[in-house]
């Protein structure tokens, strides 16, 4: 028998881009193929799309979405964002208790800016400032950021923004998306992190005081990374503005075996009789028989080994007002 007939195969893009969600068929693509684990449903409706929502009383923060390179952090920060901007891609949603939410919270209450951050010596307040100040413009609303030393913080600047862009979108709020964060921060020296820290903080801040939204994509734990131990200081500060979504080693498995690795009653039947002949003989593939069987022909094991297996990069940051990417 081959492998052809135990598993029904469903191609994943080796990468997503962000950004790719900026054109309607693509998010309606992306939205659509993501496969959405009871665990991430929780995550979801518990935490993201109650952060997201701007038509009840809330300590909103901002959102951090932690996940490693080959693990959908990108897809899922699309697929969030798709739907932030789109009502009907709603209803597209693959777990129906993330799209009754979506459909009640969030779909189509935002205009979406989307972006990365890459190799650059640019500090994180100009990047975001640049980038909002472009994609304002587009949309018929002028709006120019002070820079460091005109202002005492970036909080009024961004309060007094949302202010000028609620005279164009009156029932809609602007949801920034930023993905590849951590590189960036951890290419920053000590004076530099900590102006980009505070900075992110304030994001966060503004989040409760206006209906402006934040969510950001890093590979590792912001919060938690032995290498920023020589700010603190300043990280627990941002943490107390932040909710940290984690993509975990269950939910990698549960699109696994609905993408990759689907199989029919039968197919599990036939694969759970051919493994039994080998439980005699490995005490563990007895104790796991069912994540074996789902998993088939991969072993359960290579996803405890792929979540710790650390990746690097290396990208160039598109210019903030052209939009071309920087040389690395």
Not at 34 to 49: E, H, K, N, P, Q
Not at 146 to 165: Q, V, W, Y
Not at 181 to 200: C, V
Not at 213 to 218: E, K, L, P, S
């Amino acid at each position: 028998m081959l492998y052809r007939d135990l598993v029904q195969f469903d191609p994943i893009e080796t990468v997503i881009q962000l950004r790719e969600a900026d054109r309607k068929e693509e998010a309606q693509h992306l939205v659509r193929s993501y496969v959405i684990s009871d665990r991430m449903a929780d995550a979801l409706t518990g935490v993201i799309l109650p952060q997201l929502r701007f038509d009840q009383p809330a300590d909103n923060k901002g959102i951090l979405i932690v996940g490693n390179y080959g693990t959908g952090k990108s897809h899922l920060m699309s697929v969030i964002s798709g739907v932030a901007e789109h009502t009907d891609l709603a209803d597209i949603v693959t777990h129906p208790r993330v799209a009754e939410a979506a459909r009640n919270g969030i779909a189509g209450q935002f205009q979406v800016l989307r972006t990365e951050v890459g190799t650059t010596r640019m500090a994180l307040r100009d990047i975001l400032f640049g980038h909002l100040e472009g994609f304002l413009a587009e949309r018929g609303v002028e709006y120019h950021f002070p820079s460091l030393l005109e202002t005492s913080n970036s909080k009024d600047p961004l309060i007094a923004m949302m202010g000028r862009f609620g005279e164009r979108f009156p029932s809609q709020g602007l949801l920034l998306v930023v993905d590849e964060l951590l590189e960036y921060l951890l290419s920053r020296k000590e004076h530099e992190l900590i102006l980009d820290l505070n900075f992110l903080r304030e994001l966060g801040e503004v989040c409760r005081l206006a209906r402006f939204r934040f969510v950001g994509g890093v590979q590792e734990s912001l919060f938690d990374s032995p290498r920023f131990q020589f700010v603190a200081d300043t990280v627990r500060r941002v943490r107390d503005r932040f909710e940290q979504v984690r993509i975990t080693r269950t939910d990698v498995a549960y699109v696994v075996t609905e993408r990759l690795l689907r199989k029919t009653a039968e197919q599990r039947g036939w694969i759970h009789r051919y493994l039994e002949r080998f439980t005699p003989l490995y005490p563990a593939m007895a104790e796991r028989l069912e994540d074996f069987v789902r998993l088939f022909p991969i072993h359960p094991t290579y996803l405890e080994v792929f979540e710790r297996i650390t990746l690097a990069e290396a990208r160039g940051a598109p210019h903030p007002q052209s939009g071309h990417r920087q040389p690395t």
